[in-house]
């Protein structure tokens, strides 16, 4: 799958269910929510249990916006929130299953460019989702709240693209990384690594700050 339909499927994202519920655009908010709530799925320390899951339907089901005042909602009127989540209910041992849709409609939610990088480049040290945020609110003139609503997925290709024009990265297909990434290997095998800046590429599976979003 080359850039192109790669970025048509971010901005025109496939409907997900998990637990029989159509889930929402995933959006830049929702990461952000589920990071701040501790969910498993989002900081990737512990294997999501039923609690876990049920609160992640219950949240990503709805838009950013409703999600955020369920959450709030949910400090005024605990019990009523307990039962919204007692009402969905599964039986354990499909909980396996549910676990593997959630984190397939998370995977394909925040898909991002193939990009390659410079070596010795600095690491920023604020979070990708704030630097994805100002890149938006100063480059493409959205709110703060419009900021938030965008599916993740669409977010990172805007924020590559802008930064790949402004000469910061440069993306790559994966065909050409690939070739790229065994001419590399070979050569480093063969005269070892050369001095002066060289590029390597990277994977987003290896950026945890990306892919844990």
């Given at each position: 799958m080359n850039a192109a339909e790669k970025y048509a499927r971010a901005l025109y994202p496939d409907t997900y269910r998990v637990l029989g519920r159509r889930m929402a655009d995933y959006t830049r908010g929702h990461a952000l929510l589920l990071e701040r709530l501790g969910s498993p799925f989002v900081i990737g320390e512990t294997v999501p249990g039923p609690g876990d899951v049920k609160l992640f339907v219950l949240l990503c089901s709805r838009s950013y916006l409703r999600a955020v005042r369920l959450v709030k909602l949910?400090?005024?009127?605990?019990?009523?929130?307990?039962?919204?989540?007692?009402?969905l209910w599964f039986p354990p041992t499909q909980l396996p299953y549910l676990i593997i849709d959630a984190y397939r409609y998370l995977q394909e939610s925040s898909h991002m460019p193939t990009i390659w990088e410079k070596e010795g480049g600095k690491t920023p040290g604020t979070p990708p989702l704030q630097q994805i945020k100002l890149t938006l609110m100063s480059r493409l003139g959205y709110s703060e709240l419009q900021a938030f609503c965008t599916p993740l997925a669409l977010a990172f290709w805007d924020f590559c693209g802008i930064c790949e024009m402004e000469g910061r990265l440069e993306l790559a297909d994966e065909e050409a990384l690939a070739a790229a990434r065994q001419v590399i290997e070979e050569a480093r095998a063969g005269q070892g690594t050369a001095n002066g800046a060289r590029r390597r590429p990277i994977s987003t599976l290896k950026e945890p700050n990306w892919r844990r979003i």
């Open positions: 949910s400090h005024l009127l605990p019990t009523w929130f307990a039962l919204r989540l007692a009402w």
